[in-house]
């Protein structure tokens, strides 16, 4: 009867270091990540064979959460915030 107990005292403990285990690498997983669109040296291309902001994002794996960077000379370039439907639309008169 106390090998009985020991094991099963043994298992439960098994199965408790195993579900912490599992959390911990669920919230290391769950971790948001910022992206530099672009990449961190990118810039505009000269060569219209360079890389490009989608050959860019397909090299990248985005998951629920992530967010996006934009670094740009504010007074060479511009990024703009639309709904879906003004952009689908190219409107561009309720720019947030």
């Given amino acids: ?5 020991l094991s099963s005292n043994h298992h439960h403990k098994a199965l408790h270091v195993l579900g912490l ?6 919230i290391q997983k769950g971790g948001a ?3 530099r669109v672009g990449g961190s040296n990118w810039t505009v291309p000269s060569d219209p064979n360079a890389l490009s902001y989608n050959h860019w994002a397909e090299m990248n794996r985005f998951q629920i959460g992530d967010s996006l960077l934009f670094v740009y000379h504010a007074d060479k370039d511009s990024v703009l ?3 879906k439907e003004d952009y689908t639309n190219c409107n561009t008169g309720s720019i947030r």
């Fill in 33 to 35: 990540y910022e992206y």
């Fill in 81 to 83: 915030h639309v709904t």
């Fill in 1 to 5: 009867m106390a090998n009985n107990i």
């Fill in 21 to 26: 285990f599992s959390l911990l690498l669920l």
